[in-house]
């Protein structure tokens, strides 16, 4: 399984980024998938997550404004992100499940 995350960008403080992780593999679709986040000097936090099943989970930081979706036609996992804010600048990745199975990371900051 190889995980390809891509989105991360330069944005303004209430802007918005769309990240897609693309997977490899014929298991996307049985597995849950993650979005997490690490800012310098600091832990890598669960962002979001969606089951197998389409129950969802979101970090208390970012509900009401993040959306994780998934299409298992396409194997990719998305986190569209809204009124954005300086404390959402981190390396993003996405994860399967609670596997080794990473994606690269996608450098999101929101700046003026």
């Known amino acids: 399984v190889q995980l390809q995350a891509s989105g991360g960008g330069l944005v303004q403080p209430g802007g918005f980024l769309r990240l897609s992780c693309a997977a490899s593999?014929?298991?996307?679709?049985?597995?849950?998938m993650g979005w997490y986040r690490q800012a310098p000097g600091k832990q890598r936090d669960l962002v979001a997550s969606?089951?197998?099943?389409?129950?969802?989970n979101y970090a208390d930081s970012v509900k009401g404004r993040f959306t994780i979706s998934r299409d298992n036609a396409k194997k990719t996992v998305y986190l569209q992100m809204n009124s954005l804010k300086p404390e959402d600048t981190a390396v993003y990745y996405c994860r399967m499940g609670k596997s080794n199975y990473w994606g690269q990371g996608t450098q999101v900051t929101v700046s003026s």
């Open positions: 593999g014929s298991i996307f679709s049985l597995n849950g």
């Open positions: 969606i089951t197998s099943g389409g129950s969802l």
